[in-house]
């Protein structure tokens, strides 16, 4: 491990997180937002349902680790809830199980330490029509349909109630955008980056109005090495140095507090 330490953000999740670091995408938003504040991880798996992340959630998220994650943020459900295969193979898994799976994610997850907070994110809305132009036959038998995933969806926000767990609600908040089936998606089923930007903005919302101490608002956690320097560029005024350890950059700023709206 690198020093100094710094806290540890971990994307957990299937192919909906393996692909948040592309340009653009979610993942690698809250990597610049985090940018000297905390290292954001991904740990994420194409293709994976609950099961899967059953199977090596002891691995990775190991109770003996000598650092403990400060946030985990959990995505599995849109292949849980593709239709089954005839064959009996595939990604699918019941409704019962798939909260099961992810009831018994959150409680691993928290018993990792008390400073591990946890937000899950629900099942987004598909684009059925650009699945099945990306994607030709290969869905078949085992469609993944909107419906499916609004009842999936539905299910983890009441479970996380349940639980008292932080949960957003993708399938709600991608489509208050009335054009997000052409926009927010790139082939009907993963983010785009005007989806990627819908996504930081709940993720955003959560963490702001959490009452965890210590607060996890990347505007509120020290900036690493953030004291003055006489290596940094020289103040007009030819006597000082410009700090720049905390400035927001241009691109930043439609993040800052007053940028964050929810429309839920």
């Known amino acids: 491990m690198i020093g100094p330490g710094r806290p540890q953000f971990v994307l957990f999740g299937s192919s909906i997180v393996q ?7 979610w993942g690698a938003i809250l990597a610049d937002l985090y940018d000297r504040k905390a290292d954001i991880l991904l740990r994420g798996y194409s293709g994976w349902n609950s099961r899967g992340a059953l199977q090596v959630l002891y691995q990775i998220f190991p109770k003996e680790a000598a650092v403990q994650p400060s946030l985990v943020i959990v995505y ?18 019941p409704l019962p199980e798939y909260l099961e799976n992810m009831k018994k994610i959150y409680l691993h997850l ?7 907070r946890i937000i899950f994110l629900t099942s ?6 650009m699945i ?17 995933c609004h009842i999936y ?3 983890l ?3 996380c109630k349940q639980l008292d767990a932080k949960v957003v609600n993708l399938w709600t908040a991608i489509q208050q955008r009335e054009d997000w089936a052409t926009t927010c998606l790139t082939d009907g089923i993963h983010f785009s980056p005007e989806g990627s930007k819908i996504v930081v903005k709940e993720i955003l919302k959560v963490i702001k109005e959490a009452d965890w101490e210590p607060s996890l608002n990347w505007m509120s956690m020290p900036t690493e090495f953030d004291e003055d320097s006489p290596y940094y560029i020289v103040h007009p005024n030819g006597k000082t140095t410009i700090n720049c350890s905390n ?3 241009r691109w930043k700023t439609e993040w800052t507090t007053t940028g964050i709206t929810s429309k839920l």
Not at 77 to 91: E, K, V, Y
Not at 132 to 148: C, I
């Open 76 to 93: 599995f459900g849109g292949n849980d809830a593709m239709h089954p295969h005839p064959s009996g193979l595939g990604a699918h898994v």
């Open 124 to 129: 987004p809305p598909v684009n059925e029509a």
């Open 247 to 249: 400035h927001i950059s």
């Open 110 to 116: 928290k018993s990792l330490s008390e400073k591990t």
């Open 132 to 148: 099945r132009e990306h994607f030709g036959n290969a869905h078949d038998n085992q469609d993944r349909t909107n419906e499916s």
């Open 153 to 155: 969806a539905e299910a």
């Open 19 to 25: 692909q948040s670091f592309k340009v653009g995408g």
């Open 157 to 159: 926000v009441g479970l």
